[in-house]
């Protein structure tokens, strides 16, 4: 499995920015990608989740109304939509997939987001 992350970059407080995450040699039919990030000196965190079937999506509190999540699933193509973006949201932002029923976890090299005051 490959995942290769995109679209991160310098960015003022305000702005937007969209993330893809592309996944590729995988056979998996039911899936869940995620995006996680993680700021210098802190945890990894869940930033956001969408499932293969259904759509059905999971976001962290503190990015909730800003933050969307969406797939294309012919693309096996993940998005991270980030709107009003505050120097908190700065960090690397790395995409996850997890098959299942395995629950093997893929993850992309990650791509840095800086939001400047």
């Known amino acids: 499995v490959q995942l290769v992350e995109s679209g991160g970059g310098l960015v003022q407080s305000g702005g937007s920015l969209r993330l893809s995450c592309a996944a590729s040699?995988?056979?998996?039919?039911?899936?869940?990608m995620s995006w996680y990030r993680q700021a210098p000196g802190k945890e990894r965190e869940l930033v956001a989740a969408?499932?293969?079937?259904?759509?059905?999506?999971n976001y962290a509190d503190s990015v909730k109304g800003r933050f969307t999540i969406s797939r294309d699933n012919a693309k096996n193509t993940v998005y991270l939509q980030m709107n009003s973006l505050n120097p908190a949201a700065t960090a690397v932002y790395s995409c996850q997939l997890v098959a299942v029923p395995t629950f093997h976890a893929y993850w992309g090299q990650g791509t840095q987001v800086t939001v400047s005051s």
């Open positions: 969408i499932a293969s079937a259904g759509g059905s999506t």
């Open positions: 040699r995988f056979t998996f039919s039911t899936y869940v």
